[in-house]
């Protein structure tokens, strides 16, 4: 049988070809929670916007990165040809948002019914031995009709720049995808703060440089321990610290190798300011261009999105 085995990333694909597992393996890599997701644009165009992306903030050769991308759309281009696609994932934003552009896409093919599956798991595919993860097969199931609906308007919402059509679709979620909902909750929390005006990445960051981590491995460790279900790299950790020193309004200082608080970042960290009032915002997640002029901001109290204009 020919099977297209899809995952998130090169370490899973590395356990695949040590454990023999046939097939075509597919990483798909991008970072979906950080940077512009265009609406409309079919996933070559889509895939050349993330290769801009991704190069500017250091994730690698644009060249390279545009090659890579036109072998993965190439190779998922080629999805008639299998007489099975299983997608195997975790239960973390980064996975989660992977698995709706994918399903996105395989959704208005004509494939076989039952033909798509997913192994959803809730352990790090990557950090498992070769063997267990070979018998997560047993767990493989069949992406559903409701499945495939949910996964087109989900990702059509996430990249409309109306978030709060995703936090409504957030809210039903069919029960075949297990971590869907707390993965969608987690991106919202990305949004500013309605009080402060920092996400739950910047506002984790303040907190464990005021109780005395200071250098940027021992903020990126403390923070990413902070996960139910850990997504971030450390060079998307990185754009994050970069953010957060930037002028006019910096809430951190570089000094030689280590971070501190700035008297903003301070208080800002005990609730007693609002970072936009002082700092200018220009920021994508999907396809929601957060400025200062317009933006959302996460209510957690509420769990609902602010309009501000």
């Known amino acids: ?18 454990a023999g597992l046939v097939g075509t393996l597919l990483a798909w890599r991008d970072v979906l929670h950080e940077g512009p ?5 079919p996933l070559t165009e889509l895939s050349r916007v993330r290769v801009q992306y991704l190069a500017g903030c250091g994730h690698g050769n644009a060249i390279k990165l545009g090659h890579e991308f036109e072998k993965r759309d190439a190779t998922i281009a080629r999805c008639n040809e299998f007489e099975e696609i299983v997608l195997w994932f975790e239960h973390d934003l980064y996975d989660q948002l992977q698995l709706l552009q ?13 033909s798509v599956q997913a192994i959803q798991s809730e352990e790090f595919l990557g950090m498992m031995e070769a063997s267990e993860l070979l018998a997560l097969r047993t767990r493989r199931r069949p992406i559903s009709g409701e499945q495939f609906a949910f996964a087109r308007e989900a990702w059509a919402a996430f990249r409309s720049g109306r978030p709060r059509e995703l936090l409504q679709r957030s809210r039903s979620v069919p029960s075949g995808f297990r971590s869907m909902e707390a993965g969608l909750r987690r991106l919202f929390e990305e949004f500013p703060s309605v009080d402060r005006g920092i996400s739950r990445t910047q506002r984790e960051t303040l907190e464990a440089l005021a ?17 139910d279900a850990a997504f971030m790299g ?3 950790f990185g754009r994050h ?3 957060l020193a930037a002028a006019p309004a910096p809430l951190i200082a570089h000094v030689e190798d280590r971070y ?5 970042g301070e208080r800002v960290n005990a609730g007693e300011a609002d970072w936009l009032d002082a700092q200018p915002l220009d920021r994508w997640i999907g396809g929601t261009h957060l400025t200062s002029a317009h933006h959302w901001r996460w209510d957690s109290t509420a769990a609902e999105l602010i309009e501000r204009t």
């Not at 994918?102 to 039952?114: H, Q, V």
């Open 1 to 18: 049988m020919q099977t297209l085995h899809v995952t998130n990333g090169d370490s899973v694909v590395y356990l695949w070809r040590k």
């Open 102 to 114: 994918i399903l996105d896409y395989l959704s208005a093919r004509r494939l076989a019914p039952g």
């Open 211 to 227: 109780h005395g981590a200071s250098r940027d491995d021992e903020l990126f460790r403390t923070v990413q321990a902070q996960e």
């Open 234 to 236: 450390d060079r998307t």
């Open 37 to 41: 997701i265009p609406p409309e644009l």
């Open 241 to 243: 610290l970069a953010e």
């Open 260 to 264: 501190r608080l700035t008297p903003l």
